[in-house]
């Protein structure tokens, strides 16, 4: 078996969640490298969609942002924002939608706003952006969280999970079946009991210990009697997610170390050639 790193095993994992034919929204990180896994791999009539509008992309790099022109390479067609939440998100269309997590309670709220006091955080996130609509709205929503954390009351409520559990959700008006579907972090894959909506431990990754997952969450954790080892990323899967995104699979500190180290390499062959010459 291959090295692979936690995001490359967070990454591979989020693809096997993808279905063959699907309408997926996805953006830029883990999230697209999943996609782009999935269409490459066993899902080859994926749908990726964009917030921006962007449908039936075949992205050849991660973007910077939901509207990067990258996007436009093999599009099938594109609209605006306004035609995404209300025609395509609203009426049932997105089968699968992608959030990050900085933090999450129970039941599969979630925070993705700031860390601390409203009038006095500690650190500002991404927002809410179009989070609350997708986790809304999607008939399924497949949650990463590679640095964030539980909590037993979020900081701040940015996007609906199951709210106070049980059908709590579906009470307040969101369509029936919606919600949460797995949430992959940097130690595991929880995901959520059929009637009470509460968060639970599937899949543990391999090299963590039960108790340093346990104590991560502050609340008496329930776990799956089959709790399994989540499966390891294929050489065929690495290989394509490093070829697409190396920034995902080295960490964007790592690979600008690399990169500045290749160049100091490189200018002392030089400079060393440059010294030879007669």
Same mark, same amino acid.
């Given at each position: ?10 990454? &591979?994992?989020? /693809? ?18 999943? %996609? ?6 066993? /899902? ?25 022109? &990258?996007?436009?390479? %093999? ?37 993705? &706003? ?14 809410? %952006? ?37 059908? &709590? ?5 969101? *369509? ?38 346990? /104590? ?14 989540? *499966? ?13 995104? *190396? ?32």
């Amino acid at each position: 078996m291959a090295d692979y790193t936690i995001s490359e095993l967070i990454l &591979s994992r989020a /693809a096997k969640e993808i279905k063959d034919g699907e309408m997926v929204v996805i953006g830029q990180g883990i999230a697209m490298g999943a %996609g782009v896994l999935a269409k490459r791999t066993h /899902a080859p009539n994926l749908v990726i969609l964009t917030e921006a509008g962007l449908l039936g992309i075949e992205p050849f790099k991660v973007p910077i942002h939901i509207a990067d022109p &990258s996007c436009t390479r %093999g599009f099938t067609y594109s609209c605006d924002m306004t035609d995404i939440f209300t025609t395509v998100l609203n009426r049932g269309y997105v089968d699968v939608s992608f959030l990050g997590v900085g933090q999450i309670d129970k039941f599969g709220n979630m925070n993705s &706003s700031y860390i601390g006091d409203s009038d006095n955080y500690e650190f500002r996130m991404t927002g809410a %952006g179009g989070a609350p609509e997708f986790v809304g709205y999607s008939s399924r929503t497949i949650l990463t969280m590679l640095g964030g954390e539980f909590v037993e009351k979020l900081d701040y409520f940015t996007s609906p999970g199951y709210l106070y559990g049980g059908n &709590s959700r579906y009470e307040e008006g969101m *369509p029936e079946d919606s919600g949460p579907h797995v949430l992959i972090s940097n130690k595991g894959v929880f995901k959520f009991e059929k009637e009470s909506k509460e968060i639970y431990l599937a899949e543990i990754h391999p090299g963590v210990e039960l108790d340093d997952i346990k /104590a991560s969450v502050p609340w008496d954790l329930k776990i799956t009697e089959n709790l399994t080892q989540t *499966p390891l990323p294929t050489k065929e899967e690495i290989d394509i997610v490093r070829n697409f995104a *190396p920034e995902i699979s080295m960490g964007r500190a790592l690979q600008m170390e690399t990169l500045i180290n290749r160049v100091f390499q490189l200018l002392e062959k030089a400079q060393a050639g440059s010294v030879q010459k007669p």
